[in-house]
């Protein structure tokens, strides 16, 4: 662009593309930057979008345990060894 006078107004580089413009003719987009018409760009729409969380939990839990193991005597005099979580639930392991 070539250096002329315009009275009220000044040159000014595009802050895109670096060429020199009249500041009046150029425009300031969503960023805050001053461009040219060619650089000149809109905000995406997807910018706009309003997005819901997702449900990352169950609806419902229990607490955590362990299964244990849990010794019962029998009338044999043995010993006899169960995994039953539910066993090792009653007895409170
Ligand atoms: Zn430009």
Known sequence: MKNYYKPGDWN???????????AS???????????CREDFE???????????????????TR???TPGVSVSS???GGTALATSA???RRLGL
């Open 63 to 65: 607490p955590d345990y």
């Open 25 to 35: 003719e150029l425009i300031e987009d969503w960023q805050g930057l001053r461009v």
């Open 42 to 60: 809109t905000r995406h729409p997807m910018d706009f979008l309003k997005v819901y969380p997702d449900k990352v939990y169950v609806p419902w």
């Open 12 to 22: 000014a580089l595009c802050d895109r593309c670096g060429f020199k413009f009249k």
């Open 86 to 88: 539910l066993a090792s």
């Open 74 to 76: 029998s009338s044999t």
